[in-house]
T-cell receptor, first 111, second 114 residues
């Protein structure tokens, strides 16, 4: 089935640093979604991408839909303590009946 | 004003027991889902219902039985609980059965089987 691979699996950074993470697949996706999960909570949608090459921002977050439609990237600029959490990429399977998720990138920030 | 609410938040029970998790959404969405998040945080779909009809039933043991009395509710009943059922279970909803616009998730039910 369609699978999503995220890297890195975890990141340890200093407050104020920029963060980059990506998500790749062997299959083409027509939509890429980025979610964040805070401890003890459910995932929350951050950014949705619908067109190859699309670049979309949400505050300090910027995500890009890869040209090949097999990858997506998420950048966080000037990280702050509340950015801590697990970031998931997700995409609808063929037929769009369900979302598959990457295994997540866990972000830890040292103050 | 919680959009997708699950109860209980925590559930600790013994092996062999039967338990239920309830989910309600007030977003007017047509489709609801159950996802399981394992200890490595991997999210995997279990079931989806669209307007009370079962749409997706992944390879989940028969001990798991979802029930949707109306499109705003999707409950999960688990029989004969096993240690391996320990996980966080998330309910989610979407406007329709096309997943392109993403889901709204509840805050999860952490199930611990001892």
């Amino acid at each position: 089935g369609q699978q999503l691979n995220q890297s890195p699996q975890s990141m340890f950074i200093q407050e104020g640093e920029d963060v980059s993470m990506n998500c790749t697949s062997s299959s083409i996706f027509n939509t890429w979604l980025w979610y964040k999960q805070d401890p003890g909570e459910g995932p929350v949608l951050l950014i949705a991408l619908y067109k190859a090459g699309e670049l979309t921002s949400n505050g300090r977050l910027t995500a890009q839909f890869g040209i090949t439609r097999k990858d997506s990237f998420l950048n966080i600029s000037a990280s702050i303590p509340s950015d801590v959490g697990i970031y998931f990429c997700a995409g609808p399977t063929q037929g769009a009946q369900k979302l598959v998720f990457g295994q997540g990138t866990r972000l830890t920030i040292n103050p | 004003d919680t959009a997708v609410s699950q109860t209980p938040k925590y559930l600790v029970t013994q092996m062999g027991n039967d338990k239920s998790i309830k989910c309600e959404q007030n977003l007017g969405h047509d489709t609801m889902y159950w996802y399981k998040q394992d200890s490595k945080k991997f999210l995997k779909i279990m079931f989806s219902y669209n307007n009370k009809e079962l749409i997706i039933n992944e390879t989940v043991p028969n001990r798991f039985s979802p029930k949707s009395p109306d499109k705003a509710h999707l409950n999960l009943h688990i029989n004969s609980l096993e240690l391996g059922d320990s996980a966080v279970y998330f309910c989610a909803s979407s406007q329709n059965d096309r997943s392109n616009y993403g889901y709204t998730f509840g805050s999860g039910t952490r199930l611990t089987v001892v």
